[in-house]
């Protein structure tokens, strides 16, 4: 079972994040070093969902790096399971899984 405590992360400048420890969750192996920008959120919606949500951090993660693999649909489905696992509120993990997955879908056709 994986816990928000295995996520440890150093804050960097403009919004950027840096894993400090291995991240090993199913399959995938989110290397230390690893930088992401958090939730690629819409500004407009930063008052009800910032990009560097403490809840969603841990998503994000694994997200952005599956997606840098180019992985899209395992990336989506992670998102979505870890969630689950976190017990993430669900209207966030709902509206954010419905939004990457269409996104990829306009962006990528899958």
């Known amino acids: 079972m994986i816990r928000y405590s295995d996520f440890i992360v150093q804050p960097m400048r403009n919004q950027r994040y840096k894993v400090l420890e291995n991240i090993i969750y199913k399959d995938i192996i989110v290397p230390a070093g690893?930088?992401?920008?958090g939730g690629n959120v819409p500004r407009l919606l930063w008052s009800i969902l910032p990009p560097n949500d403490s809840e969603m951090l841990p998503l994000y993660i694994v997200h952005d790096y599956l997606c840098d693999l180019e992985l899209?649909?395992?990336?989506?489905?992670?998102?979505?399971?870890?969630?689950?696992?976190?017990?993430?509120s669900k209207w966030k993990?709902?509206?954010?899984?419905?939004?990457v997955k269409l996104y990829h879908k306009i962006k990528y056709g899958v």
Do not use: C, H, I, S
Request: hydrophobic residues 35%.
């Open 93 to 99: 993990l709902k509206y954010v899984y419905n939004a």
């Open 34 to 37: 690893y930088r992401t920008n």
């Open 72 to 88: 899209y649909n395992k990336a989506d489905k992670y998102l979505f399971q870890l969630g689950l696992e976190l017990n993430v």
